[in-house]
C-alpha cells in the first residue's frame, strides 16, 4: 500500500499574505511532506516503516482493514 494526496482544492498561501485554494498533484505532495517533517521534527529517530504507519493512522481515505 502507498499513500497519495488529492490536490483538490488545497488552500495555500498567496499574494501578499493572503490565502487561495488550488488544485493538482504540485500542491497535495507537499502536504504529506508537511506531515512527515512534523512527525520527525517530534520523533527524530521514526524509521520509514514507523512513519509509514504513522500516516496510515492520520489518513482519512484509507479503508480499514488495509
Known amino acids: 500500500m502507498e499513500f ?5 482544492d488545497v488552500e495555500v498561501a498567496w499574494l501578499a499574505g493572503s490565502r ?3 488544485t493538482g498533484n504540485s500542491f497535495a ?24 504507519s504513522l500516516l496510515h493512522l492520520l489518513s482519512d481515505n ?3 482493514g488495509t
Not at 497519495?4 to 483538490?8: C, D, E, P, V
Not at 520527525?40 to 509509514?52: G, V, Y
Open 4 to 8: 497519495f494526496a488529492h490536490g483538490t
Open 20 to 22: 487561495t485554494r488550488v
Open 29 to 52: 505532495t507537499p502536504h504529506v511532506a508537511g506531515y512527515c517533517a512534523l512527525a520527525l521534527s517530534k520523533h527524530p529517530r521514526l524509521a520509514p516503516f514507523q512513519m509509514k
Open 62 to 64: 484509507v479503508r480499514p
